[in-house]
C-alpha cells in the first residue's frame, strides 16, 4: 500500500517535470527571433528584386553578393543605398528578418549558394 502511493508520487512528479519542460520549450521558441528562410525568399523576390534585377539600374543583388558576415553585418546596420535610407523603408523589421536568413543562408560563401535570379 505505501509502496503505491510512492510509485505514484514519482510518475506524478516525472509527469510534472515533463510538462514544465514541455512549456518552457514552447515559450522560448515563441520569444526566439527566427527568421523564414522560405518566407524571406518570397519578401526578397517580391520587394527586392524589383529594382535588383540583373541590367537593373540599381545593380543587380542576390545572397551571391555577399558573403554571410557580410550580410550580418549589413542587416545590423541596416542601412540601404549606400547608407542613404533604412532598409525598413521597404518592408517591416519581421520581414526583414526572413529576408536576411534567406540571404545568409545562401551567401556566397555559404553550403547552398544561390543567386535567386529573376
Ligand atoms: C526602389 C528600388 C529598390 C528596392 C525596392 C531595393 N533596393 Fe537595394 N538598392 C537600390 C539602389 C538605388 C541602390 C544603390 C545602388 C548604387 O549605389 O549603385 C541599392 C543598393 C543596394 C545594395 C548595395 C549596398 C548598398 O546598400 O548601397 C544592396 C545589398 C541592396 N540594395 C539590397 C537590397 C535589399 C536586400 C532590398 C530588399 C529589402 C532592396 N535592396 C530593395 C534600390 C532598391
Redesign the pocket.
Known amino acids: 500500500m505505501q509502496s503505491n502511493r510512492v510509485y505514484r508520487l514519482i510518475v506524478l512528479t516525472a509527469a510534472s517535470f515533463a510538462t514544465l519542460a514541455l512549456f518552457s520549450a514552447l515559450a522560448a521558441g515563441a520569444n526566439a527571433p527566427k527568421g523564414s528562410e522560405t518566407k524571406g525568399r518570397a ?2 523576390r517580391q ?6 534585377t540583373k541590367g ?4 543587380e ?1 542576390s545572397p551571391l ?2 558573403t554571410q558576415a557580410q ?1 550580418r553585418l ?2 545590423q546596420k541596416g ?6 535610407e533604412p ?1 525598413t ?3 517591416d523589421e519581421s ?2 528578418l526572413d ?2 536568413v534567406f ?1 545568409i543562408n545562401h551567401a556566397a560563401d555559404s553550403p547552398q549558394p544561390e543567386t535567386c535570379g529573376k
Open positions: 519578401f526578397y520587394l527586392c528584386k524589383d529594382c535588383h537593373a539600374k540599381a545593380g543583388v553578393t555577399k550580410w549589413y542587416f542601412k540601404h543605398a549606400g547608407g542613404t532598409l523603408k521597404f518592408m520581414k526583414l529576408v536576411q540571404l
